[in-house]
Nanobody
């Protein structure tokens, strides 16, 4: 069982940066691949980034590639999402998720989800 709690969301101007954090509970955090997803108003939730347990495997959505960076600290049981050069279209609720299925872009393979944190980018 893994409990995930996101933080770091907020309001930022276009071109700015935010760093999201996801704190995990449970003794086996290091065994999980981690992902970030987002859901904008009126839209389906979409994949943003994913990272394997050993940080070797990473995936990014094309829309964030080169601007966002996912990282993790297994000792602190934390996964981060550094978001730079933010755009108004990045506005969404951002969710942290954990999976035992290996690093993956597929939402349905994620076993555990946080409650989400709101990111709003003004133009």
């Amino acid at each position: 069982q893994v409990l995930l709690v996101e933080s770091g969301g907020g309001l930022v101007q276009a071109g700015g940066s935010l760093r999201l954090s996801c704190a995990a509970s449970g003794r086996t955090f290091g065994a999980y691949a981690m992902g970030w997803f987002r859901q904008a108003p009126g839209q389906e939730r979409e994949f943003v980034a994913a990272l394997s347990w050993n940080t070797v495997g990473t995936y990014y959505a094309d829309s964030v590639k080169g601007r966002f960076t996912i990282s993790r600290d297994n000792a602190k049981k934390t996964v981060m999402l550094q978001m730079n050069s933010l755009k108004p279209e990045d506005t969404a609720v951002y969710y942290c998720a954990a999976t035992t299925s290996g690093v993956t872009l597929v939402e349905r393979t994620y076993n555990y989800w946080g409650q989400g944190t709101q990111v709003t980018v003004s133009s």
